[in-house]
């Protein structure tokens, strides 16, 4: 089969039954949920781009797997170029959406699995790396996207997964049969996962030896039995339910909370399950991919603030101020330090055994550190530049009601040739990009903690030639 176009996505989401609630009700059909359908029209646009002359050549590729033309994202990287272009692909994507297009988190568990499964085979002769590869050539053949569910909801913290009072709040393996493996558990945030058709699933941290049950990674369809999705509160939701004031008119974002409710897996969809000592690897590997992933998108997310930023300074009539403009300078400059630090990820990476590219993982990491802060001090520059009316702009209802609707439009005016409407929708957006919460917080806690990130810096940072350098330099010899 060949590429999806945008439709074809649509119509393949409508051809599945996933079990989903939100706000209480069991949905029937989420394609027709407004609300999970705005997140759902993210992902598309990574089908849509595929569509477009000027990005085909850069979202595409052939996979030397199926020897087909295929969607970048669902190639784990076979080049360094690979690794660049899919940075550059979530720029173009965060710019295009101004939100979270949902589809990375399929791909960085394709490139941790492609790592991680071929490295297990190699030490404990088991027969993951093929399996493996034959998800990944049905992925690519029908061109799917693939949800990462990573995130266990963890309990007490301070317990390892088998020390825990309830042992299935960390998603564990309570069966096995001649056919399969029956897992059950919850995973937090999972972002777009009625947008994709296949759920993967790793583990969330390094396991001790107890912890077996605990290690297991496999993929199934988005609406298998027992799978429940529960859409999570966010800041913003009923306006997109209500239809108005949505600011991004177009795209959003949606995190379900996952419930494995003893769901039955095939073992050819079994990639790992026991295999305690590669646990750690296959979360590191997920988490550094997502990490090099998070410096394209929100660079490009950061693309779209400037342009509202600017657009409101002209709209409200102060776009020569000195202030307004390094305020926008100090915007465009935190979105290339970003975007050049996930570069940087991917030229310094290396091939690794099984012939995946995998990023330098301290610049990854210190690329989503940097992001964790300067996203929300972009947000304030933007909130700065466009006016307190972020905070409390009356709604578009407010505008249609004949009464105070052209009372409206009167003291809401900026300056004099532009419509009182489109400074009105500019403010809106400027709210919905600062202000809705399941996007803003993953600046923070997506792909991880800052301490997580520090961690993966702290182990992977050689401290030793630092140390050489400075005593060379002071003279000291030992
Ligand atoms: Fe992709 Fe993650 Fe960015 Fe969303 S937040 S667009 S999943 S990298």
Same mark, same amino acid.
């Given at each position: ?26 949905i ?5 949920n ?28 052939i ?9 970048r ?25 101004g ?30 790396y ?21 995130t ?6 301070s317990?390892?997964?088998?020390e ?30 009625l ?18 049950d ?18 999570g509160r ?5 306006r ?12 959003s ?6 419930i ?19 646990a750690?690897?296959i979360v590191?590997?997920?988490?550094a ?9 929100? !660079?490009?997310? /950061?693309d779209?603030?400037? &342009?509202?930023?600017?657009?409101? *300074?002209?709209?409200?009539?102060? +776009? =020569?101020? #000195?202030?307004?403009?390094e ?16 570069l ?14 995998f ?6 990491n ?6 964790g ?48 409407l ?5 403010f809106?957006?400027v ?6 919460? !399941?996007?803003? /917080?993953?600046?923070?806690? &997506?792909?991880g903690?800052?301490? *997580?990130?520090?961690?993966?810096? +702290? =182990?992977? #940072? ?17």
């Amino acid at each position: 089969m060949a590429l999806k176009t945008k439709a074809q996505y649509i119509e393949s989401l409508k051809k599945l039954k996933p079990t989903v609630y939100m706000f209480g009700q069991k949905i029937e059909n989420p394609v027709d949920n407004p609300r999970i359908f705005a997140g759902m029209s993210a992902t598309a646009t990574t089908y849509e781009l595929a569509e477009m002359e000027a990005y085909r050549h850069k979202i595409t590729t052939i996979s030397p797997f199926t020897g087909e033309l295929v969607n970048r994202f669902n190639l784990p990287a076979q080049s360094i170029e690979d690794l660049v272009m899919r940075v550059k692909i979530n720029r173009i994507l965060g710019g295009y959406t101004g939100t979270c297009f949902q589809r990375c988190t399929g791909l960085d568990c394709l490139g941790a699995l492609s790592i991680v499964t071929y490295n297990m085979d190699q030490k404990h002769g088991t027969p993951y790396y093929h399996r493996f590869l034959d998800f990944l050539k049905y992925m690519q053949t029908n061109d799917l996207t693939g949800n990462a569910s990573v995130t266990d909801v963890k309990g007490d913290r301070s317990l390892s997964p088998h020390e825990q009072d309830d042992k299935d709040l960390y998603l564990r393996v309570v069966d096995k049969s001649q056919g399969g493996i029956i897992v059950r558990g919850a995973k937090a945030h999972q972002t777009g996962s009625l947008s994709s058709h296949e759920i993967i699933v790793l583990p969330t941290r390094a396991l001790r030896k107890e912890d077996a049950d605990y290690a297991v990674a496999f993929a199934i369809p988005s609406d298998t039995r027992g799978l429940i999705h529960v859409v999570g509160r966010s800041s913003l939701d009923t306006r997109e339910l209500d239809g108005v004031d949505c600011g991004n008119i177009r795209y959003s974002k949606y995190c379900p909370t996952l419930i494995f409710d003893d769901v039955f897996v095939p073992w050819d969809r079994v990639f790992m399950c026991g295999e305690t000592d590669y646990a750690g690897e296959i979360v590191g590997r997920f988490s550094a991919y997502h990490r090099q992933s998070h410096g394209g998108c929100k !660079a490009g997310k /950061i693309d779209a603030m400037i &342009g509202a930023a600017q657009i409101m *300074a002209e709209y409200n009539g102060t +776009s =020569k101020i #000195s202030h307004i403009k390094e305020k926008i300078v100090d915007m465009i400059h935190r979105a290339e330090t970003l975007y050049g630090c996930s570069l940087a990820a991917s030229y310094e990476g290396k091939r690794e055994p099984s012939g995946t590219y995998f990023i330098d993982p301290v610049l990854a990491n210190a690329s989503k550190i940097h992001e964790g802060k300067e996203m929300a001090e972009v947000g304030r520059l933007l909130v700065d530049v466009a006016g307190g009316y972020v905070a409390d702009l009356p709604s578009d209802r407010d505008l249609k009601n004949p009464e105070i609707g052209p009372l409206l439009q009167k003291y809401l005016k900026g300056v004099a040739d532009v419509p009182t409407l489109n400074r009105i929708k500019m403010f809106r957006l400027v709210e919905k990009m600062v202000l809705e919460s !399941a996007d803003t /917080i993953s600046d923070i806690h &997506g792909g991880g903690s800052a301490a *997580a990130h520090r961690l993966t810096i +702290s =182990k992977e #940072s050689e401290l030793e030639p630092k140390k050489r350098c400075a005593r060379r330099l002071a003279g000291i010899e030992e």
